[in-house]
């Protein structure tokens, strides 16, 4: 039956990650106001050479201006031990000089974006489309400019937690 | 540090499932050569209303030419006791009215794609755009405009197979 409950079940099917993205504006002057980090899941590669991937943001956030005023991004990946480092970034973050919610950060060499060494793993992204047609998130295809690997991890997955966003 | 075999381990933190995508030429006169099923696993979710997806398809292969062509695809999500059944798929895949590498196919009813009922569920999908850069894989942005959940399942994915594509 062709009904939103079993496009639901369908959808929900195709595995997720959980990423602390990270964002910054143009000009970082103030902080609290021009970097931020919130939680995001669809993430899929594009491309092994150069290595890119795209990400889906929010329409309706902050976040996806700062990312097309500033073409930048950054994706830490989430072990799955992680789920509560994940659950503060799901409301207004708080930035000081050192610390987003509380945590640890860097800005990123290569894009000044929020880098979260806390996590096992993360990348830094140029920005090189964006499409926005009738879908509720901004498609935001990017190259990987640089990484780092920490540490071995199992990624944090909406399997694991019990969150689902998709469907 | 930068190199190439820890990017690969970062960008393999992703998780995958594997599904059997399902194409078809614009005119569909010989089965054979105008309907094919290959394996594909870049894929996310980039908006709820309406609902749409992302897709990775490979730029050197014919399957691109007929999506870009016909504007159609199916996704069939494999159930995770499907490794064997994804597996028939790697290779040329022989078509008759019936069957694509000896497995049972409907055409779907709103595209006209392969639509294989042994997997557990499958979306049909619209083309809306189609973003073709450096990236070795096309990102093609699409509609899902009808679906069928036949059964619970646990998707099948790369953790499971072993198989890697990613990096």
Redesign the interface.
Known sequence: M?DEA??K???R?????LYLVGVRRREVKDVAKDLNVFVGS?????????????A?FRRDAHSLEMVKESGVFTVN?LGSDQKDLAARFFKDVPVTDKEMAGVPYVRGAHTGAPVLPDT????ECEV??V?E?????A?V?A??V????RRE?K?L?HAETGWHY??
Chains 1, 2 share one sequence.
């Open positions: 062709m079993s496009r079940k369908v959808l099917m195709v595995p997720y990650g669809w993430l899929t590669q594009v491309s092994f050479k150069p290595p890119m991937l795209v889906g990946v096992p793993a993360h990348v090189v489309h499409y047609g009738e879908n509720d998130h498609v295809v190259k990987v640089a990484w780092e690997h991890a990624p997955t998709a469907g």
